[in-house]
């Protein structure tokens, strides 16, 4: 079922300056309910401007954003109830925290939504388990933690407003392996058990390759494509032209069709499944 | 073989730490590096990467051991004007490197401030704009060009003051695979070039594969320490830390696993390459056939 869908959506910065700049060209695009949208394209393809149209952050200077089957800019003074329906984690989200304690700054968002303590209390202690955060580090400073830690914090922070749609720019950049499996699979857990929608923005393919369901790939302001995670990498011409590069692994494995070997392998340990069948 | 350029003889650093407790954010570190070589050092967040970076240019000072760049020990104040002509840094984000608002004037930055005669600093400036193939940006203003573009200004203007060696820290990790390719070609330019000792601190497993030579840190020790063939191979080690490996390294590990694919002796630890593996796979898979 779509949850927020966009149509004809374009958008221009600077109009009728010398910097003027078409940032989104007749974009047409619906997020289902229940999964993880990777949003793929070069740097200056319009991912981040298409971003801070789902929660109302910019408005297009043409087409519709609907969230549950409502133009959200029919009425701009209730934008406030929008943002409560869909976050939006901007990159390095770390530089935002603010409060004397990890937990204060997690319970922010719900306290500012008008949860109760005991309410507030409770999303805090479910976004500190998807994010791997412990009781002990909930009572210090978020000065105190390390970058990919404080990172944590400011997910959880998004995670506790417990939002029905996410968007992540760029969430685990800079991360290492595990600080990234931290953050992405936190937010996936999140999503899987609550049903919830994500939008994901991320350069890296083998991040989308593990966790997006479906990909929705940008390339000069345009939507070039968007299927199945799988369908997208079956078609390296589409990923190349948009300036990005398919994981290593699908990259091989495609060229091993002639052997019977599916194409659009996306990790690793499906290859070697893949690669055994055949030696039986 | 190369002289060392850069040498290490049990350097240790710590941290200040409020509760008196002592930190080793790198511990009895002893390397040698030649000058000329091109070295990825590879470790999770909080490993010491960029702890040692610092300690390379004299921005932090040992708390114990010795740093050596070219013959030059880092302690001594007097030494360090020296020092860090001789070794340029390009960090993570190239918006905060950035000075002036014109291409050319920034990479001019850095020359005016060694003091420089203006005809000197014009010929650097043209030539190090030349060596990232950006001299066509030259007056151009840095906020109009992509992260890629705006990495290769910095880097210019490093390369304008002339030094023997670039540390590069996660200097690609903002940018698109397009903008990492740009910094990953300029970095193989300078070194086969301009001879120039390249350090690149990363997280893409790719990027250190094509090294000379690649160090992996933990907890501020050293791990491992070979070529890309001899460090990717140790997949488990890796693993064990917390680090990936290359997916082609992963892959031939997983395959190795099954009792048929070993006993083929087909696969060999440390291939890495692409092709090399697509190779090896088409003769498994033919053999099968």
């Keep these: 079922m779509s949850i927020l869908s966009l149509k004809n959506i374009s958008y221009l910065y600077g109009a009728n300056t010398p910097f003027e700049h078409l940032a989104l060209d007749n974009v047409s695009l619906t997020f289902t309910e229940g999964r993880i949208t990777g949003l793929v394209g070069h740097t200056g393809s319009g991912k981040s401007t298409l971003a801070m149209l789902l929660n109302g952050l910019e408005k297009p200077t043409a087409g519709t954003v609907t969230l549950d089957g409502t133009d959200i800019w029919e009425k701009p003074h209730e934008m406030r109830k929008i943002r409560a329906k869909v976050g939006l984690v901007f990159q390095y989200p770390e530089y935002q925290l603010f409060e004397e304690t990890v937990e204060k700054d997690i319970a922010f968002g719900p306290k500012n939504m008008g949860k109760s303590e005991e309410e507030c209390r409770e999303l805090v202690r479910r976004a500190a388990d998807f994010t791997g955060i412990s009781e002990e580090m909930l009572a210090r400073s978020p000065f105190e933690l390390s970058g990919g830690e404080r990172r944590r914090v400011a997910i959880a922070g998004v995670l506790a407003m417990n939002t029905d749609v996410l968007v992540l720019d760029e969430p685990a950049a800079g991360l290492d392996p595990k600080g990234r499996e931290d953050i992405l699979g936190g937010v996936r857990a999140w999503q899987r058990e609550k049903n919830k929608t994500v939008v994901l923005i991320s350069h890296s393919m083998e991040d989308m390759a593990r966790y997006a369901d479906e990909l929705a790939v940008l390339k000069d302001a345009r939507l070039v494509m968007h299927a199945a995670t799988s369908e997208v990498f079956k078609k390296p011409e589409v990923i190349e032209s948009a300036g990005l590069c398919l994981p290593q692994i699908t990259r091989i494995t495609n060229r091993l069709k002639a052997y019977g070997i599916p194409e659009g392998i996306t990790t690793p340990e499906e290859a070697v499944s893949e690669i055994l069948k055949k030696l039986r | ?289």
Excluded at chain 2, 105 to 111: L, N, Y
Excluded at chain 2, 142 to 160: F, N
Aim: glycine share 8%.
């Design chain 2, 1 to 289: 073989m190369n002289k060392p350029f850069l040498v290490t003889e049990h350097l240790s650093y710590t941290y200040p730490n409020e509760g008196g407790e002592v930190h080793y954010a790198l511990h009895d570190l002893s390397l040698s590096i030649e000058q000329g070589s091109f070295v990825a050092v590879l470790g999770h967040n909080g490993s010491g990467k960029s702890t040692l970076a610092k300690l390379l240019n004299g921005i932090l000072v040992p708390t114990a051991g010795t740093v050596m760049v070219n013959g030059l020990d880092t302690r001594p104040e007097e030494n360090i004007f020296d020092i860090r002509k001789t070794i340029g840094m390009v960090f993570q984000n190239p918006d905060n490197q950035l000075v002036s608002s014109i291409v050319e004037e920034d990479v001019a930055f850095g020359p005016e401030n060694l003091g420089i005669e203006p005809a000197e600093i014009r010929r650097r400036v043209d030539e190090a704009l030349k060596a990232v193939g950006m001299e066509d940006a030259k007056d151009r203003a840095p906020h109009t060009l992509s992260g890629g573009q705006k990495q290769r200004i910095a880097i210019a203007g490093v390369l304008a003051m002339q030094p023997k060696c670039i540390v590069f820290d996660e200097s690609t990790a903002m940018l698109d695979p397009r903008g990492r390719e740009e910094i990953m070609h300029t970095i193989h330019r300078l070194k086969n070039e301009l001879g120039l000792t390249v350090i690149l601190i990363t997280h893409y497993m790719n990027e250190a594969a094509v090294a000379d030579r690649v160090i992996v840190l933990n907890e501020g020790s050293l791990v491992l320490d070979g070529t890309p063939r001899e460090v990717f191979s140790e997949v488990e080690t890796l693993w064990k830390i917390g680090l990936d490996v290359p997916q082609t390294a992963e892959l031939l590990h997983l395959l190795n696993q099954n009792d048929a694919v070993l006993k083929s002796g087909l696969i060999k630890g440390g291939v890495l390459d692409e092709d090399e593996t697509l190779a090896l796979l088409e003769k498994l898979l033919g053999g099968a056939k």
